[in-house]
């Protein structure tokens, strides 16, 4: 299975850590095309070596040629909130990864859409128990 991982970067780094565990966990479930999301040497200002243009057309086509996107959506990005988009209107499942706050909601755009499977979470423990089974299920 080629699962595309999106996560923060320009919108906030605060989570890669987290979200290095999570592409960890999915590298048993298949091949993670955007491991690059969990690296920490990776700041806000993004890829700096390659152009926005470049960016943009290689994750598209990573996107469209992947069996699932699963996106971590707690730290709000322009970027991740667009390849969703791209994503549902394409038919490739999405799985929004939402961790309980109480300073901060999901998305209304994410959480009411019918086509977004979405798991709240609090633990990641809690998190891998329940994508592990979406992902057994083929989503």
Do not use: Q
Not at 17 to 38: A, P, Q, R, S, W
Not at 68 to 83: F, K, M, N, Q
Not at 86 to 103: D, G, S, T, Y
Not at 115 to 125: G, L, Q, T
């Amino acid at each position: 299975m080629k699962i595309y991982f999106a996560g923060s970067i320009r919108g906030g780094r605060d989570d890669v850590e987290h979200y290095k565990k999570i592409i960890i966990f999915l590298n048993d479930y298949g091949e993670v095309m955007t491991e690059h999301i969990g690296d920490k040497d990776i700041t806000v200002k993004g890829e700096t070596e390659s152009s926005d243009k470049y960016i943009h057309d290689r994750d598209l086509k990573w996107l469209r040629n992947s069996d699932v996107i699963i996106a971590e959506v707690t730290t709000p990005s322009l970027g991740v909130g667009y390849e969703i988009g791209i994503a549902v209107k394409e038919n490739i499942p999405v799985i929004a990864l939402f961790r309980n706050n109480a300073e901060k909601r999901l998305s209304a755009m994410i959480k009411g859409c019918d086509s977004i499977n979405v798991i709240e979470y609090s633990e990641i423990d809690a998190l891998f128990l329940k994508l592990g089974e979406m992902l057994k299920m083929n989503i």
